[in-house]
């Protein structure tokens, strides 16, 4: 987004634009705006219903308009052209984060509806109601999908665009979902409708971050996925992705991630969300099996021996003998249980831990996949797409994410043009060291290969509401300091207690 684009008169671009309001919480669906805003006069998109109490739906509007330009305060019309600006725009794929259910989260695990309501209802008014709209994820393979939707309010986001006769398709992009009992037994395998457009496999060869890792006996794995897939399809020389049709056709991806802690990535945000553009998580290495005195990053040396046998247990029974598959998960608990008590040790596997260095290397393929990839995908030199992130920081994840955080009131919306922005902004904000969080340390690489990308968080300019007329630094931004992973503690934490940013933020949270 270039200054030229934006609204001489309403605002400035910047790299990243913020609405913060400390308290807030998710609104009613159908999760009408606060008010009727003039730039929807007579445009029968969004010029009915209001809900005064809906805060996140201005938050999405200040953030996006802040970042691209066009906003100038709450109460006056924005600037649509700082939007039409991207280009032309005819598909576009808004990605959320749908998981998994929300069990006891607390809406701290998936993308909450109402901060997509606002994003499509200005992707309407803005390029036209005869635009296609996707709204997909992959989620994880035992997901029930029926859930994920009716827990965050997406079953009634589907009704109200169905009664506005607008044209908006949700899709679950899985080929396959799994019923799983409470000890992760596999019971059965579902085959899916996955894509109707199909899935293209993407192949990035040398090219891949993997490959620096690549060996012949290197053995790439997924947890509970066919055990064979990472291996198959990456190889030394030899990277490749299935990614979904209807994402690759994209003219605009819209990527709106919760914002979370995860235990192999450290956090979730917008390049982590982008393993949901897989149709099989099969295909994406999360690990390499063993310890890193056997080549792997699985987990660390001093847990070697009891987790290897561990895993090797529980892969011998998956699927195979559901009765000693639970006595042997039984005697698993309670054993876990009390050595980790004894000793203080964290008996993790999976790569849950910041000695993983695989996970890192397959997101920042993905980057370059949904950046560099055309419809058919072929990894070209020039972005083949135009983006927007916009984070959902209003309930965040802390500790055990990405599946069991507890929730956490951040009050934040975050948008953003590309997701390595995104990211380092929000890593500031929920109190973690960029530097310490593999993906988002070693995306300055993304650099070095394509000037599209940030150099580094420095170099950003933020636009929200204590920036004033101008556009403030990362140093300056508001800090919620959020509880790291079990096993990232005190590894990702800001040294000092950034008492500049939570004065900041206590001065914004009525704005």
Sequence with gaps: MTEEGCGKDMGHC???GLAVRLGTGYPAAPFDPPRLYPEFERSGINDDGVDPDNWVYSMVREALFRHVGGYESEGTEIDLGCLRSIGAVQRIVIKPNWVYQQNRSEFSTTTHASVLRPI???VFLAFGTDVEIVVADTPLQSANIDLVWSDTGISALREHFAKKGLPVRFSDLRRE???VDGAGYILDRVPLAGDPLGYVTVSLGKESFLEEISKEKTEFSVNDYEPWAAGCYHRPGDHRYLIPKSVLAADLFVN???LKTHCKAGITACMKNLIGINGDKGWIPHFRKGAPSEGGDE?????RLVLKLKNKTRAMLQE???TLYQVAYRIWRAFKNRLETASGMRLT??????GNDTLWRSILDLVEVITFCDHDGRLMNFPQR????VVDGIIGGEGDGPLTPCAKNIGCIIASSDPVSADWTACRVIGFDWERIPQLYNAKRLRDRWDFFPSDPGSLTFNWANSGTGVSRISDLPVVCLKPPTGWIGHVEIAQALTRGMSLLSKTEQT
């Design 256 to 258: 709106v991630p919760k």
């Design 320 to 322: 195979r003998n559901h």
């Design 349 to 354: 596997s999976g790569g849950a831990w910041p």
């Design 120 to 122: 499509i209802d200005y």
């Design 299 to 303: 987990y660390a040396e001093d847990v």
């Design 14 to 16: 910047s790299n990243v």
């Design 177 to 179: 979902r799994v019923v």
């Design 386 to 389: 135009s983006h927007l992130c």
